[in-house]
């Protein structure tokens, strides 16, 4: 069972950075589309950012110029370094790898237990 645990969160001041972390328990990490999520209180999940086993990225338009995810294969690890942090991007933070697992195209799909990023003063 592919496990994804994230790292990172904490309480941090508007204007500031944080950079959190997914490592991947997968056995090849490099074929999988990793995304980030949040959800914050009261609200529905949503895409933050996503990059593609190629390297392709994609952000949410939230998070346009101030968000930037990478990953590293040989670590098996996903970040996202979050800048000019405001207030309403307190949210809970999943990370989540898509994997398709045959010719057919089927996907497995894991999600991480969260971290909370608290922007506040």
């Known amino acids: 069972q592919v496990q994804l645990v994230e790292s990172g969160g904490g309480l941090v001041q508007p204007g500031g950075s944080l950079r959190l972390s997914c490592v991947s328990s997968a056995r090849i990490f490099s074929s999988s589309e990793m995304n980030w999520y949040r959800q914050a209180p009261g609200k529905e999940r949503e895409l933050v950012a996503s990059?593609?086993?190629?390297?392709?990225?994609r952000y949410g338009d939230s998070v346009k110029g101030r968000f930037t995810t990478t990953r590293d294969n040989a670590k098996k690890t996903v970040y996202l370094q979050m800048s000019s942090l405001k207030p309403e991007d307190t949210a809970v933070y999943y990370c989540?790898?898509?994997?398709?697992?045959?010719?057919?195209?089927?996907?497995?799909?894991?999600w991480g237990q969260g971290t909370q990023v608290t922007v506040s003063s």
């Open positions: 989540n790898s898509v994997t398709i697992v045959n010719v057919e195209g089927a996907k497995a799909e894991v």
């Open positions: 990059i593609s086993s190629s390297g392709s990225t």
